[in-house]
Each structure stands twice: as C-alpha cells, then as structure tokens.
Nanobody, 125 residues
C-alpha cells in the first residue's frame, strides 16, 4: 500500500528526492515518516510529518539538510535530501501511522502500521 522510490547513487554533496506513494490508503488520515537502515545497523528514524503537513520532526543527523513534505491530493509524501554524506547511505523506508503526532511517538518504528518496500540510497565519497 506504500511504495517508495527515487533512490539511487549520488556523490557526496549531491541531492536526491524520495517519494512515497500510497494506494488503497487515504494518506491524509495518516501521519507519515521516513526511516533508514544501513547494513548491520538498526532501523533509525529520519523524519516525520503530521497528517495535515503542518508539523514536522527530524533526527539530529539530518536536520537542516533533509525536508519532509506531503501532497495529500496526490497521496504522496516526499523526502528532499540535500548535502548528502556517505553516512546517509542506507535503504530508506516510508511508513504511515495513525498515532497522534508527537515527538514522543513518531521516532518509534512500532508506531507505524504500514511500511513501504524501501529504496536504496548510496552516497559516494
């Protein structure tokens, strides 16, 4: 029901825009988040956005470089990634949640009931 795409190979300092399209799901009824998982590491929170798009949250490692946004009319959430670093290399997953938007909750993968299949982002040095 969620499909993430837009990943690829980019040089350090470059940019990518990820998209997450929802099907059979009214995305406007869900908060959304992006997570990532590098080889041998746990899945980590990247960014989250309120259902309405009026609130966002970021991990410290991406704050100021990444921007999460959404277009509920297109049932799509985006992650604009600028100034990419090799340590951003990971599989990126989008997810949807009905949990109240709160910094206490949106960082927790267990709060998300729907997940996309992931898209690979590789940043070369």
């Amino acid at each position: 029901q969620l499909q993430a795409y837009g990943g690829g190979l980019v040089q350090a300092g470059g940019s990518l825009r990820l998209s997450c399209a929802a099907s059979r799901l009214t995305f406007s009824s869900y908060g959304a988040g992006w997570f990532r998982q590098a080889p041998g590491k746990e899945r980590e929170f990247v960014a989250a956005i309120r259902r309405s798009g009026g609130g966002t949250g970021y991990s410290d490692s991406v704050k100021g470089r990444f921007t999460i946004s959404r277009d509920n009319g297109k049932n799509t959430v985006y992650l604009q990634m600028n100034s990419l670093k090799p340590e951003d290399t990971a599989v990126y997953y989008c997810a949807a949640s009905t949990t109240v938007f709160s910094s206490e909750y949106y960082r927790q993968p267990s709060r998300y009931g729907y997940w996309g299949q992931g898209t690979q982002v590789t940043v070369s040095s």
